[in-house]
């Protein structure tokens, strides 16, 4: 198993968890910045949004997973403050950055459509780069494979995939590759869009589809009830999307105001 430690400062100490993470937060700024000086949105609106979405996310994640397995954190509570031993879910850090960047775009009568395309690559950007966290920590794992089966993979895999005396499918590998194809169809559809919000869209649609197979491998899913939570939402992600880009593409409002 790979040491996630990645090393100490006196009395701190560095996971490569949490070097991982912010090293994903850094390229999607550069990138979403960079996609917002093609437009007629102020740079600066992505660096000050961001102040708020990279902690809102943080938050959103944490308290998604904390309350998904209640029962194990709260004979620990001390434990619901340790991010960097995992348990991030990205579900819930969705729907805290959305929470706070819609706070920012009304406050500020901003394009939502035209902010939501220049985040969603970035943020399949760094959902590509994070599972190489789960990766370091071996978290999002699946299924016991066999011996031949993990061969197809470099030896620094197979190697953490061992996990309780088996080798387990690299699901996280299955969904950052998955995650960097999105990337590249959205980086395409960029300059081919045919209304406001399509990137966005897209990058839920796409995304969801991916995760639901993709969890549908894993053993340490989050479980509501008879259900694993990330399905359960991806279903209800990619209806809901598929209904307003079917609507949207109708109207073909790209050259739309900010009210639409």
Known sequence: MLDPVAFQIGPFTIYWYGIIITFAFILGTILAYYHATKTDIDPEHILNMLILIIPGSIIGARLFQ????????RSNPLEIFATWHGGLAIHGGLIGGFLVGYYYVRKHRLDFWKLADI???????GQAIGRWGNFINQEAYGS???????????????????????????AFFYESVWDLLVFIVLMVYHRRQHFKGQIMLLYLILYSAGRFFIEGLR???????????AQ???????IACAVIYLKRLKKGDLNKSPES
Do not use: C, E, N
């Not at 985040?119 to 950007?125: D, E, G, N, T």
């Open 66 to 73: 904390v309350f998904s397995l209640w029962d194990d954190y």
């Open 119 to 125: 985040f969603a690559p970035s943020i399949i950007l």
């Open 144 to 170: 016991a494979v066999t011996r031949a089966y993990i061969s197809h993979f470099p030896d620094f895999i197979q190697r953490q995939m061992f996990i309780g005396g088996q080798y387990h499918h690299p």
């Open 219 to 229: 053993l340490d899913s989050l479980m509501w009830g008879p259900f694993r939570s």
């Open 232 to 238: 359960f939402l991806s279903v209800l992600i990619i």
